[in-house]
């Protein structure tokens, strides 16, 4: 696979799957955005890794779940790169609770950084994509989104509702060389799931048919592809990456 002169977003790149995705994509010749939201220095590192590639980078600042910020970041972006080509909504948070305990907010709060940045980056991304009539755009969603998990009604409700969106807009675009998919990870090593005890992990991968927990880079090297050439006949998928546990 080759993304060389290709322009990609990635949202949520400091740290975790989004760093993964970011390095993933420069590796093949990507240009990439790396954005995330306040402390500025684990996006700056990200853009020296890829620097360090020979690469072009930079960090855009900028909350996903605020319409103004969006529209900045893709005019940031075709101002210094002259295009969009990739957009991976990875960005998303965790405010897990038994519903009887779940606030308005923790509700809320998933539900903007979750579903509704998924909405304004690909509004945001989609007229500079039609105009060059080609265009990726990968979505973050989670295999609890597909079968439900205790404690993240709230999570598990933006996630299956990116699956919808992905579905919805592959139907909107696929006539203009853009494709719209999503990946439904499990469980990957990320600052995310170093909160979860250490019983609960042993208990996961005892009901993960490859028996361990993923890494980031499986979320990445699937991305990858989705955002390649080669995936120009796939659309509309929901990918697991997730070790067989979504088929449990
Ligand atoms: P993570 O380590 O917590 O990283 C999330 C990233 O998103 C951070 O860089 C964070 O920035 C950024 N972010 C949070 N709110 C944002 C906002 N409003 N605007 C812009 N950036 C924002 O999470 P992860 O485990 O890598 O997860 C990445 C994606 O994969 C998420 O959508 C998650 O739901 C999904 N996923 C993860 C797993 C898993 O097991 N880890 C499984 C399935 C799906 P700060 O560092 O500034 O907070």
Redesign the pocket.
Known sequence: MDLSGRVAIV????????RAIALKLAGLGATVVI?????AS?AESVVEEIRAMKGQSMVVL????SSSDVERMVEETVAAFGKVDILVN????TRDHLLMRMSDEDWDKVMS??LK?VFLCTRAVLNHMIKQRWGRIVS?S???GVVGNAGQSNYASAKAAIIGFTKSIAKEVGSRGITVNAIA????S????QGLKEDWIQEIQKRIPVGSLGT?QDVANAVAFLASEEARYITGHVLNVDGGMGGL
């Open positions: 949202t949520g790149s400091g740290r975790g799957i989004g954005n995330d939201i306040g402390d684990p900028a909350d996903v779940s990875n960005a998303g948070i950084v979750n940045s973050i989670s295999i609890v990870p499990g469980f990957i990320t600052q995310m799931t980031p």
